[in-house]
């Protein structure tokens, strides 16, 4: 809250991973002592932004539910939802961190 209100030095969120998946883009990154990351997924629709998550000092893997085809939703498997990435930056600091799971 310090950070964003200006009462704290500036952080400097530079991305050290970017990836994208179908309309989701996923950036990642940490502080340069490693001892503050972050996450941040966005979902674009016809080129505009549309929904925004951030994430900080939490381990996040994202899951695919299912598979859209044609536009239209497949059916979901009972017993298997893929990992599609997982963060790779948010055990650096050495210490525990929450864990989500973040479906598409």
């Excluded at 929904?51 to 085809?69: A, F, K, W």
Aim: include cysteine.
């Amino acid at each position: 809250m310090r950070t964003l209100t200006g009462a704290s030095p500036p952080f400097d969120f530079a991305p050290l991973s970017v990836v994208s998946f179908g309309s989701t883009v996923i950036a990642e990154g940490c502080d340069a002592a490693t001892s503050v990351s972050w996450i941040h997924a966005w979902t674009v629709s016809h080129g505009i932004i549309t929904q925004v998550r951030e994430y900080s000092n939490t381990s996040l893997t994202v899951t695919r539910i299912g598979d859209v085809v044609a536009g239209r939703s497949a059916e979901i498997a009972r017993s298997h939802c893929p990992s599609v990435w997982e963060s790779k930056f948010s055990g650096r600091a050495g210490k525990s961190v929450p864990g989500l799971v973040l479906a598409i």
